[in-house]
């Protein structure tokens, strides 16, 4: 076989064979083939696109290209949930141990990753509370979950390392924003990680990868069949990225922003689909009827139950519990400003991948691989979308270190937001779900 004729078939538009998908993995992972023309591939295949029978089988193939891991000796039901990506989503930090807490026996045993691009990741907000380290032994990982229920720690390298090189030549040859290829690049990872079933938040919207609902539904449904292919109940919910979640966007502020909801004092549309999100993950476990999985996860706010297992989860991982019961241990960044309303009217939109750039620029996020992360950096919202807000009113405030940055975050913040006379269409904050309860 050979790798120029695998490109040229893609080329002129055929279907590639599981020999040939395997043969490219390999390739990739062994360091085989050169970058050249995996990078080639990469781009036949933006261009001419993948049928669903062989995404199905690129992702399997990377899923084998390295280790995959034994979950068995978790009791009970193993699910993991995954977002494709947005601004303000700390979903996981509130749902997993929501789960956790409902005591039905299902487990969430997950790997999460850094921020990527404009958007945010688990993991930085997870070690924005200090002495936590997601870095774990597997055994460590498995025995925190038998104890608590709950583990979040950093995606292993061993996983899928086919698609930490493919993902690498994307992100450098604009073939990032390919459906087949952000499909396989999920699941693939999912699949090496060894839960029984998946909840997906597939983002849609101005902040997320994906921008419009045709896109997210053909991606939902492709990573729905994938992981019901290889026998795992997938369900994935489309959902809103047209404005960042919740009313918080940067490390510290998330987790103080996750604290509230599992007080009962969050930001109703974030309640809303971390209750939804967390009842699927029950329900794909087969742990009860829909309408129990919402009962039960909304209960886990009200006992305090859900907030607790957060605090266990926290110092299982070396981290100072007492931040999750004491906010103010957070301490204020050096550097705050306002950000006012320079006329009266309606919030028209607020464009989330440039606050999420915005909030990167406050020093939330990483311009470089290396660099460090201002964990108090970040933005609040004061008002959100279709809110009516007078002239000089507070619109966010900003934190960060230095005046330079507040100026250029402040400026970015400043474009990302559109005021108007008339109040904008109201959006769906959940627009489908797939695979599981309609
Ligand atoms: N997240 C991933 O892991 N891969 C993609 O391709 C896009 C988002």
């Given at each position: 076989m050979r790798m120029y004729d695998i490109i040229q078939k893609k080329q002129n538009g055929f279907s590639l064979n599981e020999d040939e998908l395997c043969y490219f993995v390999r390739g990739v992972t062994d360091g085989t083939i050169p970058d050249y023309q995996s990078a080639a591939l990469l781009m036949a295949i933006f261009f001419r696109g993948m049928t669903a029978e062989e995404t199905v089988t690129l992702t399997e193939c990377m899923a084998d290209s390295g280790e995959r891991a034994?979950?068995?000796?978790?009791k009970g039901k193993k699910v993991d949930k995954h977002s494709t990506g947005g601004v303000g989503d700390k979903t996981s930090l509130i749902i997993a141990p929501m789960v956790a807490a409902c005591d039905m026996g299902v487990y969430v045993a997950k790997m999460s990753g850094c921020g990527l691009g404009h958007t945010g990741g688990t993991i930085d907000k997870l070690e924005s509370?200090?002495?936590?380290?997601?870095?774990?032994?597997r055994d460590e990982f498995i025995r925190i979950v038998n104890e608590i229920g709950v583990c979040i720690i950093g995606q292993s390298n061993s996983f899928a390392p086919a698609d930490k090189r493919l993902y690498a030549l994307r992100d450098v040859t604009a073939t990032v924003n390919c459906i087949p290829l952000i499909a396989s690049s999920i699941m693939s990872k999912k699949l090496a990680a060894g839960s029984d079933c998946f909840v997906l938040d597939v983002k849609c919207g101005s902040g997320a990868f994906v921008k419009t609902l045709k896109e997210a539904t053909e991606l939902a449904e492709l990573m729905v069949k994938i992981g019901t292919g290889a026998g795992k109940k997938t369900i994935a919910l489309i959902t809103n990225m047209d404005v960042p979640l919740g009313r918080n966007v940067g490390n510290s502020l998330e987790i103080i922003e996750a604290v509230s909801v599992l007080d009962g004092k969050g930001d109703k549309d974030l309640t809303d689909i971390c209750i939804t999100l967390a009842a699927n993950m029950l329900y794909a476990a087969n742990a009860a009827d829909y309408e129990e999985c919402v009962q039960a996860v909304t209960e886990t706010i009200y006992n305090g139950k859900a907030k607790k297992k957060l605090a266990e989860m926290v110092s299982s991982l070396g981290g100072k519990s007492e931040y999750i019961y004491n906010l103010s241990l957070f301490g204020e960044s050096k550097v705050t400003a306002l950000l006012a309303a320079?006329?009266?009217?309606?919030?028209?939109?607020?464009?989330t991948e440039q606050v999420g750039i915005a909030a990167a620029v406050l020093?939330?996020?990483?311009?470089?691989?290396?660099s460090k992360i201002d964990y108090k950096a970040g933005i609040t919202f004061h008002h959100t979308v279709g809110d009516y807000i007078n002239e000089g009113e507070a619109l966010a405030s900003i934190y960060t270190s230095s005046i330079g940055k507040a100026q250029n975050g402040m400026e970015l913040l400043f474009q990302a937001v559109k005021i108007n006379d008339t109040p904008p269409k109201p959006k769906k904050l959940i627009y489908k779900t797939i695979g599981g309860r309609q």
């Amino acid at each position: 076989m050979r790798m120029y004729d695998i490109i040229q078939k893609k080329q002129n538009g055929f279907s590639l064979n599981e020999d040939e998908l395997c043969y490219f993995v390999r390739g990739v992972t062994d360091g085989t083939i050169p970058d050249y023309q995996s990078a080639a591939l990469l781009m036949a295949i933006f261009f001419r696109g993948m049928t669903a029978e062989e995404t199905v089988t690129l992702t399997e193939c990377m899923a084998d290209s390295g280790e995959r891991a034994d979950l068995t000796s978790i009791k009970g039901k193993k699910v993991d949930k995954h977002s494709t990506g947005g601004v303000g989503d700390k979903t996981s930090l509130i749902i997993a141990p929501m789960v956790a807490a409902c005591d039905m026996g299902v487990y969430v045993a997950k790997m999460s990753g850094c921020g990527l691009g404009h958007t945010g990741g688990t993991i930085d907000k997870l070690e924005s509370i200090p002495g936590v380290n997601t870095v774990r032994q597997r055994d460590e990982f498995i025995r925190i979950v038998n104890e608590i229920g709950v583990c979040i720690i950093g995606q292993s390298n061993s996983f899928a390392p086919a698609d930490k090189r493919l993902y690498a030549l994307r992100d450098v040859t604009a073939t990032v924003n390919c459906i087949p290829l952000i499909a396989s690049s999920i699941m693939s990872k999912k699949l090496a990680a060894g839960s029984d079933c998946f909840v997906l938040d597939v983002k849609c919207g101005s902040g997320a990868f994906v921008k419009t609902l045709k896109e997210a539904t053909e991606l939902a449904e492709l990573m729905v069949k994938i992981g019901t292919g290889a026998g795992k109940k997938t369900i994935a919910l489309i959902t809103n990225m047209d404005v960042p979640l919740g009313r918080n966007v940067g490390n510290s502020l998330e987790i103080i922003e996750a604290v509230s909801v599992l007080d009962g004092k969050g930001d109703k549309d974030l309640t809303d689909i971390c209750i939804t999100l967390a009842a699927n993950m029950l329900y794909a476990a087969n742990a009860a009827d829909y309408e129990e999985c919402v009962q039960a996860v909304t209960e886990t706010i009200y006992n305090g139950k859900a907030k607790k297992k957060l605090a266990e989860m926290v110092s299982s991982l070396g981290g100072k519990s007492e931040y999750i019961y004491n906010l103010s241990l957070f301490g204020e960044s050096k550097v705050t400003a306002l950000l006012a309303a320079e006329k009266s009217g309606y919030i028209y939109e607020i464009n989330t991948e440039q606050v999420g750039i915005a909030a990167a620029v406050l020093g939330a996020g990483r311009s470089t691989k290396e660099s460090k992360i201002d964990y108090k950096a970040g933005i609040t919202f004061h008002h959100t979308v279709g809110d009516y807000i007078n002239e000089g009113e507070a619109l966010a405030s900003i934190y960060t270190s230095s005046i330079g940055k507040a100026q250029n975050g402040m400026e970015l913040l400043f474009q990302a937001v559109k005021i108007n006379d008339t109040p904008p269409k109201p959006k769906k904050l959940i627009y489908k779900t797939i695979g599981g309860r309609q």
